[in-house]
């Protein structure tokens, strides 16, 4: 899936996607990833370039609305927790996310990135060269989600300076489609073994039959282009069956909402091509007391 020069394709499209919002839709912006071009590297003019030639294509509107949405919603509940004392935050397939390298208004909340060592290397190496510091309240974890554990999980967020004892957000997003229900199951149940109101915010796509006509269309293309890159779409789960894991995982379902709900209605009165429609769904848990 990834090799030891670049990420995954994947995760250099979800980058692209926000990116590209800033420089294609319309104000105001749902989502101000405003370091997601630098982290494009030598990439970013070939790949921001569709966007700006061909935005009103369904699958890269649809690209942008799937990843600035997912990415405002669980920033915002960042926000919340942080204003409530949670300080410690999990990025389960951290990608080329950059939260850690441009929040300032939840500058006190330490970031564990968890994701692929390639992954890492290239996007530390990245940042280098775009004189972009890596903060001290930064930790670096690496993992491969098909083999996690509890302990592998729990061990590495330690080595990293993870306090176990204390709660935290975790989110892991634009992943689950690509592994194993018995992958996700590991994960999630290491998710449950942390400290009691640790709180998760997980995205899955929805099976074909509880999709829209939008959502069905998106993913005929994009299930094909990534089957072919090599990083095949393999688990669909419905709001039920991930509610069910959550729970075989020790975990407390707190609801799912989809696009359009995971934004205020207002925000979705838009003057550019973006519209949400029925495919991705994130679900919201929690550690309970033991």
């Not at 410690?88 to 300032?104: K, N, T």
């Amino acid at each position: 899936m990834v090799n030891n020069e670049q990420p995954s394709r994947t995760a250099l499209m979800s980058a692209a996607a926000r990116a590209a919002h800033l420089l294609v839709d319309a104000a105001p912006p749902i989502f101000a990833d405003t370091l997601a071009r630098r982290l494009l590297g030598e990439q970013a003019d070939e790949l921001l370039g569709y966007h700006q030639a061909y935005g009103d294509h369904p699958v890269l509107s649809g690209a942008r609305t799937a990843a600035v949405t997912r990415s405002r919603y669980t920033e915002d509940r960042l926000a919340e927790l942080a204003g409530q004392g949670v300080d410690q935050y999990v990025i389960l397939g951290a990608g080329l996310d950059s939260f850690a390298f441009r929040s300032e208004p939840t500058g006190s909340v330490r970031v564990f990135e968890v994701d692929r060592p390639a992954t890492q290397h290239w996007k530390q190496a990245v940042l280098a060269r775009a004189g972009v510091a890596v903060p001290p309240s930064v930790g670096f974890v690496a993992v491969d989600f098909e083999q996690l554990s509890a302990r592998t999980l729990a061990d590495g967020l330690a080595r990293a300076g993870f306090e176990p004892g204390r709660p935290a957000l975790v989110s892991w997003l634009g992943v689950t489609m690509y592994l194993s229900r018995e992958a996700i199951g590991r994960t999630l149940a290491a998710v449950g073994g942390l400290a009691p109101g640790t709180e998760l915010v997980v995205e899955h796509l929805l099976p074909a039959g509880q999709r829209d006509e939008a959502g069905q269309a998106y993913a005929d293309v994009v299930m094909a282009a990534a089957a072919e890159q090599g990083e095949p779409w393999r688990t669909f789960l419905t709001a039920e069956e991930m509610a069910g894991l959550l729970r075989e995982s020790g975990l407390r379902p707190a609801g799912s909402v989809g696009q359009r709900e995971a934004l205020p209605a207002a925000e979705w009165e838009r003057a550019d091509s973006l519209r949400p429609f029925e495919l991705s769904v994130l679900t919201r848990a929690s550690v309970p007391a033991r």
